[in-house]
């Protein structure tokens, strides 16, 4: 059973939009002393919110090909091992395209002529830093990379390298293999979903991948109008655990357009962001606890 | 010479596929013998990269020529290293595109669009 003191919760959502940062951002934010790993490492907006004093950067580099034009015989057992395209055989010598390369290092095993070596290549950067109680990790994917999870990667082994405290993981939208990677280590899924019909189908695409994971979840219905919505009768279904019900709120959406931290903007949204962080301290460490 | 030209049906009066890397099919013409095959394009079902691999099937038949409305980049840049050419197609079925070529009416396609990776 996970411990509050540094239970890990992923923070997802079928598609951008649904709150999901502001969710985030705010549990961090009212948890105390905490630790935000932002994983939407192809749009990350988290900081925006934080505005924290950086302490560290650094750049995450992956290994690619090169190959040497002299040794390579042309035999073209690369191109065709490469499941991710990166490799082309032109005038019978590979070329590498770096961009869509994953790195597997497949195609460096297996050259028989031993021709192809490899070199650090830099797709993004991971910068840590503070805002008040909160330990801020943000990582940024350069434009065109083929993928973000060496990034993600290495900002979840930086997050849990620190002290003892409950970590949010702000994770990418969508059903994708960065968010699998996101959520993997997590002790619970939190699901943010808005109630339109459009939205429940990217819900139940999270849902199943998380599912997938046998990972324990609950859900967050976000900008809940009066009376009933099609998400709730979703999760009542499914058995899906209601965490709560944010209703459609202009000051909150006023408050985020502006990227400003609700919970330290109004004591009313300390008290309505408290509230859902002692839900979910129960829900994920099934304890009862006194939270003020 | 050979022309290539992506395909949504096996069909010279089909019309040509908008994207070049996902085409299901690819016509092979040849003007001189006035052959034509048709090869199911392996790339559309991969999931990256599809640009890249679908230029590879166009060198590994030896192209020349290819006949498309859009191109990627990486694409683009293997049949340029692979001195295939790539013109821009007009509206029309397979047949009308390899005429039109024939008769000098089609130019260079000059605009490559960037990949769409997945991971999103
Ligand atoms: S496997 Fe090695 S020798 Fe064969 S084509 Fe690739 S680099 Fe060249
Ligand atoms: S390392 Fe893997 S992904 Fe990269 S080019 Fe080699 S085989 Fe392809």
């Not at chain 1, 934080?50 to 040794?71: N, Y």
């Not at chain 2, 999931?47 to 590994?60: C, M, W």
């Given at each position: 059973m996970a411990d509050r003191r540094d239970m890990k919760v992923a923070v997802l959502s079928g598609k951008g939009g649904t709150g999901k940062t502001i969710v985030s951002v705010n549990l961090a934010a009212v948890a105390g002393t905490s630790v935000y790993i932002d994983c939407d490492v192809e749009e990350p907006n988290g900081?925006?919110?934080?505005?924290?004093?950086?302490?560290?950067?650094?750049?995450?580099?992956?290994?690619?090909?090169?190959?040497?034009?002299?040794?390579?015989?042309?035999?073209?057992?690369?191109?065709?091992?490469?499941?991710?395209?990166?490799?082309a055989l032109i005038k019978n010598r590979p070329r590498v395209f770096a961009k869509m390369c994953h790195s597997c290092g497949g195609c460096m095993l297996l050259c028989p002529q031993k021709a192809i070596s490899e070199q650090e290549r830099t797709i993004g950067v991971i910068q840590r830093g503070t805002a008040g109680n909160v330990t801020v990790c943000t990582g940024e994917l350069n434009i065109g990379e083929a993928t973000g999870i060496p990034i993600i990667k290495r900002l979840l082994q930086l997050g849990a390298a620190d002290v003892r405290c409950p970590v949010f993981i702000d994770c990418p939208p969508g059903s994708a293999c960065t968010v699998m990677e996101s959520i993997k280590d997590a002790d619970y899924c939190l699901l943010v979903v808005e109630p339109t019909l459009f939205g429940i189908h990217n819900f139940r695409m999270v849902y199943e991948l998380v599912r997938l994971f046998n990972k324990r979840c609950g859900v967050i219905l976000n900008k809940c109008p009066a009376g009933g919505n099609p998400a709730e009768d979703f999760c009542v279904e499914h058995g899906i655990t209601i965490l709560s019900r944010i209703p459609f709120d202009h000051e909150l959406g006023a408050l985020s357009s502006e990227a400003k931290t609700a919970v330290w903007e109004s004591e009313r949204y300390r008290r309505q962001f408290a509230l859902i962080y002692e839900t979910l301290i129960q829900e994920v460490c099934h304890e009862a606890v006194a939270y003020s | 010479m050979k022309i290539?030209?992506?395909?949504?049906?096996?069909?010279?009066?089909?019309?040509?596929?908008?994207?070049?890397?996902?085409?299901?099919?690819?016509?092979?013409?040849?003007?001189?013998?006035?052959?034509?095959?048709?090869?199911?394009?392996?790339?559309?079902?991969?999931?990256?990269?599809?640009?890249?691999?679908?230029?590879?099937?166009?060198?590994?038949?030896?192209?020349?020529?290819?006949?498309?409305?859009?191109?990627?980049?990486?694409?683009?840049?293997?049949?340029?290293?692979?001195?295939?050419?790539?013109?821009?197609?007009?509206s029309g079925t397979a047949r009308e595109n390899v005429t039109a070529f024939l008769a000098g009416e089609l130019a260079l396609l000059r605009d490559f669009h960037s990949g769409f990776h997945h991971g999103r």
């Open positions: 900081h925006l919110f934080f505005k924290p004093v950086i302490s560290s950067v650094e750049e995450v580099a992956v290994k690619i090909p090169v190959i040497d034009a002299a040794k390579c015989n042309g035999c073209r057992r690369c191109v065709d091992f490469c499941k991710f395209n990166a490799l | 290539a030209i992506p395909l949504e049906q096996k069909d010279l009066n089909a019309s040509l596929c908008p994207s070049f890397g996902r085409a299901p099919y690819f016509l092979f013409y040849d003007s001189d013998t006035e052959e034509g095959e048709f090869v199911e394009n392996s790339a559309a079902t991969t999931p990256g990269g599809a640009g890249i691999r679908a230029a590879q099937i166009i060198t590994d038949y030896d192209a020349d020529i290819v006949l498309t409305p859009r191109c990627g980049e990486n694409a683009a840049e293997v049949l340029n290293k692979a001195d295939v050419a790539i013109y821009k197609s007009m």
